[in-house]
Nanobody, 118 residues
Framework: QVQLVESRGGLVQAGGSLRLSCAASGLTFSGYTMAWFRQGPGKEREFVARISSSGGSTGYADSVKGRFTISRDNAKNMLYLQMNSLKPEDTAVYYC???????????WGQGTQVTVSS
């Protein structure tokens, strides 16, 4: 049974930092492209960042480029999202997701709330 479990998010002031993690089990983690998505209040879910199976390639949404960093530790089956210079508009439920092939993400975590106060 595949499980993706995000760490607890939290409340942080604007300009602050927060690191999310996602623990994966039940899959060959090193074979999966992983990503973070988020869904803000009243908004559709949107892509935040992705990382290739080896970790050698990353991509970011324009809204977070230069502020967020995605990384992974394949030995520990862990995915991370370092978020710096947080803004109120980063407030959202953050989800980790994994895909083996193609464009569709096969597995999703339950989500974790991040709230940025102004």
């Amino acid at each position: 049974q595949v499980q993706l479990v995000e760490s607890r998010g939290g409340l942080v002031q604007a300009g602050g930092s927060l690191r999310l993690s996602c623990a994966a089990s039940g899959l060959t983690f090193s074979g999966y492209t992983m990503a973070w998505f988020r869904q803000g209040p009243g908004k559709e879910r949107e892509f935040v960042a992705r990382i290739s199976s080896s970790g050698g390639s990353t991509g970011y949404a324009d809204s977070v480029k230069g502020r967020f960093t995605i990384s992974r530790d394949n030995a520990k089956n862990m995915l991370y999202l370092q978020m710096n210079s947080l803004k109120p508009e980063d407030t959202a439920v953050y989800y980790c997701a994994g895909r083996l092939n193609g464009a569709t993400f096969d597995y999703w975590g339950q989500g974790t709330q991040v709230t940025v106060s102004s």
